[in-house]
């Protein structure tokens, strides 16, 4: 719980929920549900002999005093309805939660036993890690840090449902536009509710309707943020006989101000991504600077399929000569940018020293910038990186597979000239021979 608000704290999203009276774990009985108590006008004993004609009064009492148990039975029966169904719901995420972390452990087996090593000049990169601060501290391979999050979503489900829920729909779709039209349907069906809290017609969503499931039912966490705002799912007459319906809570249509913060975070809410992670490492000056190995993650497509393709080209260019038209060769340019996932960089400083991080291939040069600024000990100098063609690399929006940088490159860090003599001639000259913070030197290693 303290989590999933940290979470939206930092996105100043602070949404507080009113609790329906004291809570209760969905696996407990729901005797809890008790009958509300009617006071009943006391009416004098009638005698053993002859009884008295029932007053008004005493029959409006005890119409009231049935209809109350009436309403009761109801009551527990909703609440019976709505345990079991949240019932089910934990048991299905239980078994979510169980199958993710069967697959984390596969494979971080997989990741602690290689069942080969390639070695080289240059340290391997065994695979591409990400981390979420927003769960932990942890570093995993993406498809293992997407299942953390997930897991970490179905843990917190239980005890903050309305934010967590609304969190599931951004994060577990990846498909942007089926959540902004999702998001939208569902901010209708409570917009419905909201204006027109005593309408039953807007109280029920039909499960088959095409509409529903086109829109909303297709997608991860739906149910889930349904049955937190308040819908259960029950069979109710239609046409010629049954159908299941999403059934929204006749007492909670009257909380407004409860609706509106569950359409507020429905709206505000945005997806717990994992970040990758740089792989930071710090080496000595080294002849196998430009030594690579690098690991196949790193290709849109497998080195077989590269090997091919660039085979296919060499055959096409053959045969067609100089007949390539520009519209081909800006296509065959696109494909070449498509094939990296990530960049392998190392910056070369002066003395030779290797500051190494890992980048997507679609990030930008701005990104590299910040990566090296925020490692110096003289972050306010203005700094130049050049290719190994002496090409200057500006600190713009192209990005590292345009520049020809994917999928390794070494780039060249230099002070900007002009400020570097203003700076040595007030610091003096030491201020250009050291380059990198302290606690990374302590770390520096060997190629």
Known sequence: MAAIKRFFEKRKLNIKFKKAGEGHRLDEPSSSVQAPKVSVASVSKPSSITREPETEAARRAAAEAALARMEAKQQMKNADSMVVQRARMKRQMEEEKRRLLEAEKKGASARAAPDEVVKDSAPMLETVLYKCPDIGPQLLPKSEMESAIHRFLLENYEDEPEMTSALMIHTLNKNKEKVKTCVETLVKYL???????????????RQSNKAFQERVACLKGTEQFLLAAGFSLKNLPFEDGEAAFYVFDSELAKDVDRLQNMKEILLKAEPIQPELDR??????????????????????????????????????????????????????????????????????????????????????????????????????????????????????D??????????????????????????????????????????????????
């Open 279 to 396: 792989d930071l490492k710090i080496f000595h000056p080294s002849k196998s600077a430009a030594s690579f190995e690098i690991p196949d993650e790193f290709y849109a497509i497998s080195p077989e399929e590269l090997k091919k393709e660039h085979q296919r080209r060499e055959e096409a260019a053959e045969k067609l000569g100089m007949l390539r038209t520009k519209a081909m060769r800006e296509r065959d340019e696109q494909r070449e940018l498509r094939k990296y996932r990530y960049v392998l960089l190392r910056v070369k400083f002066p003395d030779g020293i290797l500051l190494q991080g890992v980048f997507r291939a679609q990030e930008s040069m701005k990104q590299v910038y910040q990566f090296v600024r925020e490692n110096l000990v003289n972050d306010w100098m203005p700094f130049h990186l050049t290719s190994g063609t002496n090409n200057k690399l500006e600190e713009g």
């Open 398 to 447: 192209m990005t590292l597979a345009e520049l020809g940088l994917a999928p390794a490159a070494v780039v060249h860090f230099s002070w900007d000239a002009d400020v570097l003599r203003e700076a040595t001639s007030q610091k003096g000259s030491n201020i250009a021979k050291v380059h990198l913070l302290p606690e990374l030197m302590a770390k520096i290693q060997s190629l």
């Open 191 to 205: 917009d419905n509710i909201i204006n027109n809290p005593t309408e039953e017609k807007f109280w029920k969503i």
